[in-house]
């Protein structure tokens, strides 16, 4: 029997209309029976599940996407939150206490309806940045109390809480892997693991697969991009140093196209698949 860890694929779909330039590869937004086909799209093309991107947890389209898992036997990998950003400029770290508490609200909400699901909740943009009155040191010890707070209500539903590190050009706080897993341990935050996004990555490590090597358990999911955020194979990333990488970690969990919709979604998509099926099948 091998003992070489599973990798699970995923892929994105956003149900926010101001967010159809970002980079998912299924947008619902002016499409007839988007999320419905998108799921089918998924499903016919093998994936193992559905990354959603929603505008809310009040717009968080349940019963439908329960329906649509079951029919397509798909899972749900991850749920993002920067509809929050996007939509209203929420952050974890802003200057005024109401936006945080705003931010908070707004993460916590997603973190139940995922949950609900047996799926982990994002913070990537939400996490905000240091600028004007906010202090570097201020911004971490607010994004420090936030994901305490919103990692023990992930593990209160048996789930844990996915912290991404972005790049420079999206946030001044933690922009590389290493940084930010000593910032968890040194804060001794225990229910948030790492996504470790491919793109954000390939701008802000020296070496990718080290990078995720020394993270090592801290790994909880992985935005598989090329270095031009678009379906693997499409850039300059080596996603074989990667995949040797997730697997020395012995990292089982999904690997998940955030990518942009290009040239087509349906080319993306198929893109992705083939990348995943080439590298990242168990040998």
């Known amino acids: 029997m091998s003992s070489v860890p599973v990798f699970h694929s995923a892929i994105t779909i956003c149900l926010v209309p101001e967010a159809r330039q970002g980079p998912f590869v299924y947008h619902t937004a002016g499409t007839p029976d988007g999320l419905a086909a998108a799921c089918r799209a998924a499903a016919e093309l093998g994936f193992d599940a559905v990354e959603i ?45 109401a936006v945080r508490q705003a931010a908070r609200e707004f993460i916590a909400g997603i973190v139940d309806v995922a949950a609900a699901f047996g799926a982990p909740a994002i913070i990537g943009s939400m996490q905000g940045r240091s600028e004007g009155d906010m202090s570097p040191e ?16 992930a593990a209160a539903h048996g789930q844990v809480l996915l912290y991404e590190p972005l790049n420079r050009y999206e946030t001044n706080l933690l922009c590389r892997q290493a940084a930010a897993a000593s910032f ?79 040239p087509t979604a349906d080319a993306a998509a198929r893109q992705t698949i083939a990348s995943l099926r080439g590298h990242a099948s168990p040998s």
């Open 53 to 97: 991107f929603p505008a809310s947890a009040a717009a968080f389209p349940a019963a439908e996407l329960e329906r649509l898992l079951a029919e397509h036997r798909l899972r749900l990998a991850a749920v993002g939150t920067g509809a929050g950003w996007v939509t209203r400029k929420l952050q974890l770290c802003h200057a005024d206490a």
């Open 184 to 262: 968890l341990e040194s804060r001794g935050i225990g229910p948030v693991r790492l996504l470790c996004d491919l793109f954000h990555m390939n701008i802000e490590e020296a070496d990718v697969a080290a990078a995720i090597l020394a993270a090592g358990s801290r790994v909880g999911h992985v935005h598989w991009a090329d270095s031009d955020r678009r379906a693997m194979g499409l850039g300059h990333t080596a996603a074989g140093p990667v995949v040797a990488a997730l697997r020395a970690i012995g990292y089982q969990g999904y690997l998940s196209a955030e990518v942009f919709p290009l």
């Open 138 to 153: 201020a911004a971490l010890d607010h994004l420090a109390a936030a994901l305490e707070l919103l990692g023990g209500r």
